[in-house]
């Protein structure tokens, strides 16, 4: 028994050095890995945080639209919004509180002409948001994109002024999208380009305006822009069953300040 107790002594007094080698590495490797993955988060961080620095240290207003169908708006007197709208209004406000920021929430057709003339982060697309259709208006000769109508599908194409493209959604047999094009537009508020901002996420469908609001959290999309201050952009994605996918950049364009 002495021996076989000396020997299991002799056996760890051996592999000592080798177990406390294997124990340093693997706290060396588990720090890396936190370094790593924190380094990694804060450079989002900073991404996200220089996108909205200046709206969000002067507290934007989130402008949400309401759907307003006429006479059908007796069950609804206060305006429908669509669940992607919605989304899009979650995911905005968490990213501002994320970076220490804080914004105020607003139904489109309630702005005061002071309000309107302030930071502004607008939800949905013309048809849906009334002061998206005024400032699309005004930075009509600005902005390169436009939503034109679709009576077809009673939506919205974008359609590049440029070059006369027009980027319509896909749709099934059933006339349900199975596809959606949206803009992401950052400019000076043309009510008051001195002073304030407007960040426009607005998609043909809803889908599209939820998949813009998610994009301004992607770092590599963060990172892709970080060199324009004023921009559009051009976003398509997949729908499947009422949610979106694999949103991709179509294009990006700065927006000049001339």
Known sequence: MGLAVGGVGGWLVQALPDISSNLIA?????????????VRRRLRLIRARRFWRALGGRHPLIVLGAHDFGERRRWARAGVVGMGDIGA????????RRLGFAGRIAESKQLSPRELSSD?????GP???????TMLAKLSG????A????????????HDVSTGRVSAPRYDESGFPVSDYALIIRTPNPLAPDTSEIVIVAGCWEHGTAAAAEKLGDRKFLRRMKKMEHF???????????????????ETRRISAD
Do not use: C, M
């Not at 693997?26 to 924190?38: C, D, M, Q, S, Y």
């Not at 209004?89 to 501002?96: H, M, S």
């Open 26 to 38: 693997a706290a060396i490797g588990g720090v890396l890995v936190w370094v790593v993955t924190n």
């Open 89 to 96: 209004l979650v995911e905005i406000e968490a990213q501002l």
């Open 232 to 250: 559009e952009v051009l976003l398509e994605t997949t729908v499947v069953n009422g949610a979106h996918y694999n949103v991709k950049v179509a």
């Open 120 to 124: 502004l982060v607008l939800i949905g």
């Open 142 to 145: 600005v902005i390169s994109y």
């Open 147 to 158: 939503f034109v109508e679709d009576p077809e599908h009673v939506a919205a194409e974008v």
């Open 127 to 133: 048809e849906a948001n009334a002061v998206t259709r």
